[in-house]
């Protein structure tokens, strides 16, 4: 079985993003804005949206399952309030849910969380209750910066998160550590500030003992890791600076890195630098960067091609990296795939 443990929603009906167009019209007067039950669409609408998009894809590349959450740029916690976003949320979890129910064999649903800018994490918890226990999602996505590119809030590694690290730990549910819309002018979103964040998350993990007040706790570290796995000498090297154990002791038991790199010499370095067990399989595709590489004549976001091309990674490394690495991870969804006899 091949997990892809990163995929967003990214082509959802059009009147999902018009409804959010009026929400936001109607921030100054939110009474003046659309109902939730404006919002219909019919479950023929979301499987002629998965059909012909992520579903032809999987099938045509070879994998078997999508862990599947909202837009990443669309969830812009930055935009209202805790309201403006917990409607949001609300709306898109419901329709991955949807999704999940229409394909159970093909998607597995990952929360967005109904985060604001300085409003206690701890508001989030209701909703990812609800996606965890009701929808059967087994994982969430949590934004480092709900500001949207001025980092506003403490870093992770503050007791600020710790609410919400808590409530993981109890229903052993992952977080993959994503940001979204930058609304900073000098960070392009997909190119500059989501591997900026990657990279920050990382740091704030490597620079605090979060991780000794929650051993548990499990961290994804989407897009390949940032600028990590490149510049790893420099981050042991800090870390023995600053008299902390090896990252693999600090760090790896927690931290987990996704393979969205779109070309073979950044998976090579990836799987060369990184310990396999810590390497999910992911392409987030239909997502960031949705060309054909001239060089290969394949598109960017076929990951699969680049872990089946990469050197020295033995038959039983892939077979993590596939699967092995997210049913550890991802603990829920390897209690469903038991039930189901995979
Ligand atoms: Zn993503």
Redesign the pocket.
């Known amino acids: 079985m091949i997990i892809d443990c990163?995929g967003?929603y990214t082509t959802a009906p059009k009147s999902l993003e018009d409804w959010r167009n009026r929400q936001v019209a109607a921030l100054k007067d939110p009474a003046s804005g659309p109902l939730v039950s404006e919002l219909t669409i019919s479950d023929d609408e979301l499987r002629d949206s998965i059909v012909a998009n992520q579903l032809k894809k999987m099938k045509e590349r070879g994998s078997d399952l999508t862990i599947f959450?909202p837009r990443?740029s669309f969830m812009a916690h930055h935009i209202g309030d805790f309201q403006t976003s917990s409607t949001w949320s609300a709306i898109c979890n419901e329709l991955i849910y949807r999704v999940t129910q229409l394909f159970p064999e093909s998607f597995i649903g990952a929360a967005m969380l109904p985060q604001s800018p300085g409003v206690r994490p701890e508001t989030v918890i209701p909703e990812l209750e609800r996606c965890i226990k009701e929808y059967g999602f087994v994982g969430v996505?949590l934004n480092p910066d709900p500001s949207g590119g001025h980092w506003k809030e403490p870093p992770l590694s503050d007791r600020w998160w710790y609410p919400v690290y808590e409530k993981l730990v109890e229903l052993d549910i992952p977080a993959?550590v994503?940001v979204s819309t930058s609304c900073n002018s000098c960070f392009h979103t997909t190119g500059a500030h989501?591997l900026n964040a990657d990279t920050t998350a990382f740091m704030q993990c490597l620079t605090s003992n979060l991780f000794k007040d929650f051993p548990t706790l499990k961290f994804i570290i989407?897009?390949g890791g940032g600028a990590v796995p490149y510049h790893w000498g420099r981050f042991r090297g800090i870390a023995q600076d600053m008299k902390l154990p090896p990252l693999k002791d600090h760090l790896l038991n927690n931290i987990f890195f996704d393979t969205?790199v779109y070309h073979q010499p950044g998976i090579d370095l990836l799987t060369k630098v990184i310990p396999v067990d810590n390497i999910l399989f992911a392409s987030?595709m239909i997502?960031?960067v949705r060309g054909i590489d001239p060089e290969t004549g394949h598109p960017y976001d076929d990951t699969k091609r680049f872990i089946d091309g990469a050197q020295g990674l033995t038959e039983s490394d892939r077979r993590k990296i596939f699967e092995g690495n997210s049913r550890r991870v991802f603990s829920r969804l390897d209690t469903i795939l038991k039930s189901r006899g995979a």
């Open positions: 990163h967003h959450s990443a996505n993959m994503h989501y989407p897009h969205c987030e997502g960031a």
